[in-house]
């Protein structure tokens, strides 16, 4: 009985990280830029190759709402990956959180793999958690 219920524990155990992923590394590398360059450069860094990488306007909004948030909390001085799900061989979502000097940012990043490299077609961020993360995540159901 004791064999049977260690198997359980085990199986049930490597089922629940069954979805957790690798991070592919444009979310690194656009966290990298945002320290170094700033917001822009994380931008241009992140949506690299993806279909939304020359929409100008999408480009302003999203740079715009950036400096917001390091005006309000400062430089930013770090990030945390919080999680990376596998959704398929070829798409990741991954939910971090940037670091600033008075606050934290929180990041989705949705990651796909067409090829040989990874692309982000989507990303949001937040300072309020409840708006990016989801309810798992934070404790909840």
């Known amino acids: 009985m ?41 931008f241009n860094a992140w949506l690299s190759g993806s279909a939304i990488e020359s929409e100008d306007d999408l480009q302003d909004q999203v740079v715009r709402r950036m400096g917001k948030v390091q005006s309000v909390f ?3 001085i770090g990030y945390e990956i919080i999680r990376a799900i596998a959704l398929s061989p070829s798409t990741r979502r991954v939910y971090a959180v940037a670091k600033f000097e008075k606050g934290a940012a929180w990041m989705s990043f949705d990651c796909y793999k067409p090829g040989t490299e990874w692309i982000i077609p989507r990303l949001d961020f937040n300072t309020n958690a409840n708006l990016v993360m989801p309810p798992n995540i934070l404790g909840g159901q």
Request: charged share 20%.
């Open 74 to 76: 400062g430089r930013m």
């Open 2 to 42: 004791k064999l049977i219920l260690s198997l359980f524990i085990v199986l049930f155990s490597s089922l629940s990280h069954a979805a957790e992923a690798v991070v592919p590394e444009v979310v690194a590398r656009g966290f990298d830029e945002y320290q170094k360059h700033g917001s822009l450069a994380a």
